[in-house]
């Protein structure tokens, strides 16, 4: 059976990604290495660096751009993170960091959900299960 190694996101700029992603989110870099102009850079949970690795992707595609766009414009997140306490890492992101949330925080079935901004032309969505 297959292992999750790599989950890309396409990012406008793989710099301003990498600060938001670490400084902001608390991921870790895990590899920074140039390729010609775009680098390889990876970054993983602080408390799992042999996990698997979010890829910081430029978005120079000419696919990924619209269809960026297009989630965007329908509030559609790119992907999940999960989180111990929905309410407070969105009081704490918009507060310290001055994120954007787009949605804040409210049930969703079985979890608690709330929708942020990446900085970088996405959306992200925020989870927590009921015991958090």
Aim: aromatic share 6%; net charge negative.
């Amino acid at each position: 059976m297959p292992a999750i190694s790599y989950c890309s996101v396409f990012v406008d700029d793989q710099e301003k990604a990498l600060r938001f992603y670490t400084d902001v989110l608390g991921f870790v870099l895990k590899h920074d290495v140039p390729m010609g102009g775009p680098r390889w850079l990876t970054v993983t949970a602080p408390d799992d660096p042999d996990g698997t690795q979010l890829l910081l992707e430029p978005d120079e595609h000419p696919a990924v751009r619209p269809f960026k766009a297009a989630l965007v414009e329908d509030g559609i997140p790119c992907t999940a993170f999960e989180v111990d306490d929905v309410h407070a890492e969105v009081q704490r992101l918009s507060t310290e960091h001055g994120v954007t949330v787009v949605q804040p925080p409210a049930p969703a079935g079985p979890v608690t959900i709330a929708v942020i901004d990446d900085t970088c032309g996405n959306l992200l969505q925020l989870f927590c299960s009921p015991a958090s």
